[in-house]
């Protein structure tokens, strides 16, 4: 099994970037898909973007197009998201996640997922 802990959230200025990290422990993550999700207080969790391991494929939410940027280490066992002209909607804690494969605009189920990091942004 594949444990996985975010980091780098904070607060940020409206426009500002943030990128966020997760470290991944445990079995070798080449097998499986990891990405990122956030969610708000009271709300539904939201699909942010997912990379696969076995064909390379990267998808991105709408919300996400154009202003961040998935990527891994695969010798740092790490995967990141760049994220870059930054809204206050953007304010969510962000979950790293793992699962078989993602698709566009994912909705599937999720094998695990981190502790999250909150980010917020100030208008």
């Known amino acids: 099994q594949v444990q996985v802990e975010e980091s780098g959230g904070g607060l940020v200025q409206a426009g500002g970037s943030l990128r966020l990290s997760c470290t991944a422990s445990g079995r070798t993550f080449t097998t499986y898909a990891m990405g990122w999700f956030r969610q708000a207080p009271g709300k539904l969790r939201e699909f942010v973007a997912g990379m696969n391991w076995n064909d390379g494929n990267i998808y991105y939410a709408d919300l996400a197009k154009g202003r961040f940027t998935i990527s891994k280490d695969d010798a740092k066992n790490t995967l990141y998201l760049q994220m870059n002209s930054l809204k206050p909607a953007d304010e969510d804690v962000y979950y790293c996640?793992?699962?078989?494969?993602?698709?566009?605009?994912?909705?599937?189920?999720?094998?695990?997922w981190g502790p999250g990091t909150q980010v917020n942004v100030s208008s």
């Open positions: 996640v793992i699962t078989d494969a993602f698709y566009a605009d994912y909705d599937g189920s999720l094998r695990s």
